[in-house]
Every structure is written in structure tokens, then in C-alpha cells.
């Protein structure tokens, strides 16, 4: 098995090998600022296509100040040649208090790291349904943390999930999970007759 993971790897787009493009700790406050900002260097090289953009497909935007996610498809056209493929980025130790709709359209996303931002409601978690491919998310710092039963809504909302806040998701995990999403979702008819109770 390890032979044929290793043929698999091997045999891979140039891309799915690379490092990721670096812009952590650079003092970023806009993507704009990715236009002129130089990415960290590499012990390895990110190769370039003939238009000039890199061919990778993880990103790093983390320790920066950002607080909002608005310009981040039309920063990623420029720097990347196949922006729609990205599957790894992390955006954790910023200032991001939800999480931005614009993230859900990278539907190829296998990890997205948003721990240590301002990110505050569950409901927010509720956005990142639509990604098929997400195995891998990190939310821990972020006032969401605090909130009743954070952990097993998470893995209701995100069943597809294998690490959680760097943590593996066991089965007690998804047991617990559905446990609680069943005590918890409850009809919409019968939760308005008890508040007007």
C-alpha cells in the first residue's frame, strides 16, 4: 500500500508537491497588499507557470491583521495559476470576526486553519457545509470556543471532518455528536410554541 501512495504522490501535478506560498507574518492588513508584498522564501522552490503565477495549492496568510476577506478571489487570480484548485490555507492568528462567504467557493479545500481570530457565533460553522472535500479545520481562539456544546456542533454541521483543532476526530467524537445534534435540533414549530410558553 505504502508503494501505491507513494506512485500516487509521485505522480502528482507539480502543485499538489509545492510549498505553500508564504505571506505569514508580513503585517498584511488588505489583500490588495499581496500584489506588491513579497511571499517568505522557501527551502524549496515554487514553480512558476508561463504566465508567471505559482503553481501550488496551499497558502499561507497567517500572524497577519487581517479583518476581512472581501478582495482574497481576485488577490489569489493574480498570484496563483489554478486559484479554483486550492486545497490547503490558513488564515489563523488574524483578526477575522466571521467567516467569509468568499472561502466557500474553494470548493477543492481539504484544510482551512482559522484559530486565534475573532470569529464569534456557531452559526458561522454553518457556512463551511458546502466544502465536500474538508477534512481538516482549526477554530480554537476564537470566542466561538466558548460557546455550549462548540466541539459537537462543529462535527454535526461538519460530519466529512478528520482533525478538528488539531486534534483527531474519534468515533466517541462523532457519537457525541450526534447525540447532541439530536437533542438539539429540534422543530422549528415546536421550539417557537415553548418560547412563547
Known sequence: MAGTRSWRWNSCSPSLRAPPLDFSFRGISFLQDLQTEEPRASPRTIPCSARGRMLTRAVRLNNNTLNELTDLGPALELLLENPEELS???????????????????????????????????????????????????????????????????????????????????????STAAIWKRMNAQPKAAKKKREHS
Open 88 to 174: 490547503w490555507l490558513d488564515l489563523s492568528f488574524n483578526d477575522l470576526p466571521t467567516i467569509d462567504p468568499i472561502l466557500t467557493t474553494y470548493r477543492n479545500l481539504h484544510c482551512l486553519q482559522l484559530h486565534a481570530n475573532s470569529i464569534q457565533g456557531l452559526g458561522e460553522v454553518d457556512k463551511l457545509a458546502v466544502l465536500p472535500h474538508l477534512r481538516s479545520l482549526t477554530l480554537h481562539g476564537n470566542p466561538i470556543e466558548e460557546e455550549k456544546g462548540y466541539r459537537s456542533y462543529v462535527l454535526s454541521t461538519l460530519p466529512q471532518l478528520k482533525s478538528f483543532d488539531f486534534s483527531a476526530v474519534t468515533k466517541q467524537d462523532r
